[in-house]
């Protein structure tokens, strides 16, 4: 399942930072162009791999969980590149990370006491691009557009957290899954989005 092709394009965005965080680094005009492109891709294959699983009726709970998993990676090695090559803020840093590990930590307490575990949300989905967005701004030093993403940032990591939490006090309860984006597949599966 691992080289399914869904599978594939989550793991694509792990591949993506070294060469993303080499070209943080370089900060010339011709790396941080090729760096703005690998971004896109990235936000690219996140909207793809979900696709492409349901076209094909791949859904599996391998690529349940690595899609949120290939998220966060991506998104924190950018984050840790931006700080030190850029002047991305720590205290935005600190906010997306703390979310994520809320939501690790709810997942994983699921699993734990035998209940099924929640798959992707759609506010992580659009999250994760507003995250996309928010990098992009920060790579090409465009204020206005640090500003606006910053808001969106915050805005959709206030309602996915608000959603999953509403939606894990309903799984924790009872062993059954309210209506979400993905219909998920019976088998052990974490997600964090």
């Known amino acids: ?17 070294w060469p993303l965080a080499y070209l943080i680094a370089a900060h010339t005009t011709g790396a941080t162009i090729a760096a703005v492109i690998l971004l896109a ?16 009726g ?17 998104a924190a090695a950018c984050i840790v ?18 979310r994520d590990l809320l939501l690790l930590l709810g997942g994983l ?16 989905k659009y999250l994760f691009f507003a995250t996309v967005i928010l990098l992009g ?13 910053v808001i969106a940032v915050l805005g959709l990591c206030a309602a996915s957290l608000i959603d999953y939490l509403l939606v ?3 799984v924790s309860a009872a062993r ?7 219909t998920p597949l019976p088998g052990p599966c974490v997600s964090a989005l």
């Open 1 to 17: 399942q691992l080289f399914w092709p869904s599978n594939l394009l989550s793991l694509s965005r792990i591949l993506l930072i």
């Open 41 to 56: 891709i990235a936000g690219v294959t996140d909207g793809l791999d979900g696709y492409v699983a349901r076209k094909t």
């Open 58 to 74: 791949r859904i599996t709970p391998l690529g349940t969980a690595l899609d949120p998993i290939a998220d966060k990676i991506f």
């Open 81 to 98: 590149a931006l700080i030190v090559w850029r002047d991305f803020p720590i205290w935005l840093a600190v906010t997306l990370v703390s």
């Open 109 to 124: 307490s699921l699993l734990k006491a035998g209940r099924p575990t929640i798959p992707a949300r759609i506010y992580g």
């Open 137 to 149: 701004s920060y790579l090409i030093e465009y204020r206005f557009g640090e500003l606006v993403s």
């Open 168 to 170: 894990f006090r309903k």
């Open 176 to 182: 059954r899954f309210p209506p979400m984006m993905i």
